[in-house]
């Protein structure tokens, strides 16, 4: 059973007053890959280093971990598996991979106007600064679009194990907090994980 998650990953809302009002240590913008754009900021500002990435993300080390997030709006649990021992790395890709699958229409249909007309702007928008904007189009939403303002990696928290199927194998499991990008430093929003909003 998991004690404790790497800091870089640990969601730590008491912490803020000594973090400068921070209750995250990783500044990832989710909708870009990790390896390129996941930064320390505190105690001082720095890209990952390889060594960062390679440690395990949990104490004790687990070759398993399964992550939900109370924002998704359809279950999409993140399965992480590394045989030598599940790592920050391992982590942030699976969270970055699960998002960058694409949207069906199936999960599409089953939310009510407002939401889906809100998703198509945000998918709109993607479109509109991507590179290459025809081929992003045709490509169609992933589920990052569904997570609308809520783009930035706020920390992981323990959760109770997860026994996978009728009488599969006992996972240590985590919950995912997000947050909006534009969120004030000291907030009120700081103190509950995006997942119970």
């Not at 990952?48 to 104490?59: C, D, I, K, M, N």
């Not at 998703?119 to 679009?145: E, L």
């Amino acid at each position: 059973m998991i004690t404790k998650l790497h800091y870089l990953l640990e969601y730590q809302p008491f912490a803020m007053e000594s973090r400068g009002g921070f209750c995250y240590t990783l500044f990832w913008d989710i909708r870009n890959p990790p390896l390129s754009s996941a930064r320390c900021i505190y105690p001082h500002h720095h890209s990952l280093t390889h060594e960062e990435f390679s440690t395990p993300a949990t104490q004790p080390p687990v070759t398993r971990l399964q992550i939900s997030c109370g924002v998704f709006p359809h279950d999409w649990p993140i399965h992480v598996h590394n045989r030598h021992g599940v790592t920050v790395k391992d982590v942030l890709e699976a969270i970055y991979n699960c998002l960058q699958t694409q949207y069906t229409s199936d999960e599409f249909n089953t939310l009510c106007q407002k939401q889906r007309s809100r998703i198509m702007d945000v998918f709109n928008a993607r479109v509109q600064v991507s590179h290459h904007p025809r081929q992003t189009w045709d490509k169609g939403m992933k589920r990052i679009d569904c997570l609308l303002q809520h783009s930035f990696f706020g920390g992981l928290s323990i959760a109770p194990s997860i026994r996978t199927g009728n009488n599969g194998p006992i996972m240590d499991g985590c919950i995912l907090s997000l947050r909006r990008a534009h969120q004030p430093q000291f907030s009120a929003a700081h103190l509950i994980p995006a997942s119970l909003h």
